[in-house]
């Protein structure tokens, strides 16, 4: 039994700034790779950033390099999106995964129920 929870949304005028945090929370066994994907209404869901285990490494989407920024605290079980220089195309739902290991179930995927991004122009 676990589950992410993404927080910090909002509306945020264009050029501004916004971070997202994602908390695990639960009887969590292991946490690997954690990353931020967004979908846009009409549009796929699509990847943001992801970050490894040790947080030593990262990967983002052409769309967002250079303006957001992941980060991962192991020890308080959070993921953060730092954006900034958002833009009108940045709005979207944005959720949190994790490939994760409850005490109970096998090592997955999970999701986050999502968090809205609105930058105005």
């Known amino acids: 039994q676990v589950q992410l929870v993404e927080s910090g949304g909002g509306l945020v005028q264009a050029g501004g700034s916004l971070r997202l945090s994602c908390a695990a929370s639960g009887s969590i066994f292991g946490i690997s790779y954690m990353g931020w994907y967004r979908q846009a209404p009409g549009k796929q869901r699509e990847l943001v950033a992801t970050?490894?285990?040790?947080?030593?490494?990262?990967d983002y989407a052409d769309s967002v390099k250079g303006r957001f920024t992941i980060s991962r605290d192991n020890a308080q079980n959070t993921v953060d999106l730092q954006m900034s220089g958002l833009k009108p195309e940045d709005t979207a739902v944005y959720y949190c995964n994790a490939y994760m290991k409850s005490f109970s179930n096998r090592w997955r995927d999970y999701w986050g129920q999502g968090t809205q991004v609105t930058v105005s122009s």
């Open positions: 970050i490894s285990t040790s947080g030593e490494s990262t």
